[in-house]
């Protein structure tokens, strides 16, 4: 069974590759991802022996890129400043060669509010035309040959093992951004209706699919104003968003707009496939409910080469739900993946780390992903080693290939 832990570049500066690859191998794990395009916030360094406290510049990539690859491009990534303290991508794939652990790039996507900020004509939208800067939009050609020159340029330089696409779709409304406010109240309905994206480059991609955008968008305007004058939260559609996008079928043109937005992302996800080295695999890092961003899982996952479906804050038979409901869509033979967070109090101990674990792999996962190298306490590598039964004496969840 593949296992992986995700990692910022910084983590292995501070730490040291000598290390954190000891220490990537002493837990049992076979693969090491690394942030290569990230966004902004705050982190508590609880590895570093330099820094406790850590905030990584907006919307900036890890790697070195190739410049011949972005001459043409509206839209070019900015190198982080660490990135000068060494290349932490390419030594990695160095040690790889040498016989180290396998090398993920763990890339987001369209989640960038430095880019959003420089490129307003590429963000989403909602339905009243307000930008959300911190969302490139899957529909834009600007954005989407932005997000495929990434893959391109790391598959063919750096050769990784495999590119994890985070963020290639629609961002929810609430996402963490600095100071949000909300004294609405606003229901996760709510919250899904301001996410609907009816930029230009939206709604003319849907008009060629056939698709009324400004039909739903009148409607969608409506819903978002009632709510707003709402003297307190009361869901429109109490079952939101277990039921789904069939919710909205009493208003076929919702709708028909809520179904047409899986194409722009399947298709930019095929887009990164196609532009990707053969020998480098991609991944799409998704949550329990994707359909909320636009993500059909299983068309996402033939369209590339398999899913990493997040199990954060799940129970063990919610997990092991997850995983039987996300083989059922990608299929036999497509990648299957989960992560978990080693974070309290979301975990409360090895144990139950254990018992998550063993529910994903009984229910046919093909790997487990843990969340995240440098923020948790050097002890919690010991729960990862017995989630994944490397210490002699300990549960084990047992292996299979995949």
Known sequence: MHSAIWTYPWDVLDLGADRVLGEVADAGLDTISLATSYHAGRFLQARSPVRKSYYPEDGTIYFRPTPALWTEARIVPQVASVVAEGDVLADLVRRRDGGGPRVACWTVCLHNTRLGVLHPEAVTRNAFGDPNLYSLCPSHPDARAYVTTLARDL????????????SPAFM??????????????LCPEDDFLLSLCFCPACLARAAGAGVD??????????????????????????????????VFRPWPEVFAYA????????????????????ATQVHLIDLKDGWLGGCDIGAAAAACDGVVLCAYDMSVPEV?????????????????GTGFRVMVPEMTGAADLVGRARAA????????????YGLIPRPRLDWIARALGARPGSPSCGRHSG
């Open 172 to 185: 929810g409304f609430a996402h963490g951004f600095h100071h949000e406010k909300d004294g609405v109240g």
């Open 155 to 166: 598959s063919a330089h750096y050769k990784p093992d495999v590119i994890e696409l985070e």
């Open 320 to 336: 092991a739900g997850l995983i039987r409901s996300g083989r059922e869509a990608v299929g036999p033979e497509k990648y299957l």
């Open 259 to 278: 179904m047409w937005r899986f194409e722009p992302v399947t298709s930019l996800v095929a887009a990164i496939r196609a532009e990707t080295d053969p």
């Open 361 to 372: 792999v009984e229910a046919g996962v093909d790997g487990i992903y843990f969340y995240n």
């Open 213 to 246: 955008g400004e039909r739903a968008r009148t409607t969608v305007k409506r819903w978002i104003a009632e709510a707003c004058e709402r003297e307190l939260p009361a869901p429109r559609w109490p079952d939101f968003p277990a039921a789904g996008v069939d």
